[in-house]
């Protein structure tokens, strides 16, 4: 889920920034202290070699290093983290090049079956029709932001 929240939020440009932690951070057994993060809150590393992208506090599964970085806390809405949660199971259904939704072909004929897509290529964002930007623009409006923190 974390990695599909970070294509959302990078796509929005929008992270939900509420405290900037910067310096020297130790990921030690896969897992650093926070004493400003909740548990259950999500973050964002950035400056990482290894672990830059979005994770819930405390984060057990990062790679061990040490880097000069920051972290910043987010205090994402549950209606982007449902939307998120929508967005992944879209497409584990509909994501691959071997589904419908994303074939190449307007239409094809099997037999006496056969049907037909609209065709078209991209939406006025210049995103392609049947991607999950298209898909769920509507719900993704109200959250994007035109300039955004890193």
């Keep these: ?13 929008n992270f939900f920034w509420r ?6 951070i130790k990921i030690v057994d896969g897992t650093f202290t926070a004493d400003y993060l909740k548990e259950g809150q999500y973050f964002r590393i950035l400056g990482s070699d290894l ?4 994770y819930i506090y405390p984060a057990t599964d990062l ?30 259904k509909y994501g691959s090049v071997d589904s419908i939704a994303m074939s190449p ?6 037999g ?20 999950w930007k298209s898909i769920f623009a509507s719900r993704l409006v109200p ?3 035109l300039r955004g923190l890193p």
């Excluded at 974390?2 to 939020?9: A, W």
């Excluded at 405290?19 to 020297?24: A, F, H, I, L, N």
């Excluded at 672990?51 to 979005?54: E, K, S």
Aim: proline letters at 1%; hydrophobic letters at 30%; one cysteine or more.
């Design 1 to 13: 889920m974390e990695k599909t929240l970070t294509e959302v939020c990078l796509y929005l440009n």
């Design 19 to 24: 405290q900037k932690r910067e310096g020297t």
């Design 51 to 54: 672990n830059d992208g979005v």
């Design 63 to 92: 790679k061990d290093e040490i880097f000069e970085g920051s972290i910043w806390s987010m205090a994402v809405p549950q209606a982007v983290i449902d939307l998120a949660s929508d967005i992944q199971a879209w497409q584990e």
């Design 105 to 110: 072909y307007s239409s094809e004929n099997f």
């Design 112 to 131: 006496n079956y056969g049907y037909g897509k609209e065709v078209g290529g991209v939406d006025d964002s210049g995103n392609s029709k049947n991607s």
């Design 143 to 145: 959250y994007k932001r």
